[in-house]
Nanobody, 128 residues
Framework: QVHLEESGGGLVQAGGSLRLSCAASGHTDIRYPVAWFRQGAGFERRFVALIGKTGVNTYYTESVKGRFTISRDDAENTVYLHMNNLNPEDTSVYYC?????????????????????WGQGTQVTVSS
């Protein structure tokens, strides 16, 4: 079992930056691919970014490419989402998730139902 906890959300003006953290505890000796999803009010949970189990492979949804960067520090059991040039459309609750079945290298999924472990979410609000 893996427990995930997000932090780092908040209120920021358009054009600003935030860094979200996803801290893992439990069976952290097993490296899982970790993804960030976001869910705005009235919308389904949508894929944002993914980092493979080795930290080499990363994937992003088109709307955040060039603005967001996902990284992992396995010594700290933490995955980060660096978000730059934020705009009001980025306003959402952000969730991190880990998947037991894929590796994020040769097998990749961006579907929320495929992920096994989830954090409780952190709110990001971008004002115009």
């Amino acid at each position: 079992q893996v427990h995930l906890e997000e932090s780092g959300g908040g209120l920021v003006q358009a054009g600003g930056s935030l860094r979200l953290s996803c801290a893992a505890s439990g069976h952290t000796d097993i490296r899982y691919p970790v993804a960030w999803f976001r869910q705005g009010a009235g919308f389904e949970r949508r894929f944002v970014a993914l980092i493979g189990k080795t930290g080499v492979n990363t994937y992003y949804t088109e709307s955040v490419k060039g603005r967001f960067t996902i990284s992992r520090d396995d010594a700290e059991n933490t995955v980060y989402l660096h978000m730059n040039n934020l705009n009001p459309e980025d306003t959402s609750v952000y969730y991190c998730a880990a998947d037991r079945e894929t590796d994020g290298i040769f097998s990749v999924t961006t579907r929320a139902p495929d992920y096994d472990y989830w954090g409780q979410g952190t709110q990001v609000t971008v004002s115009s």
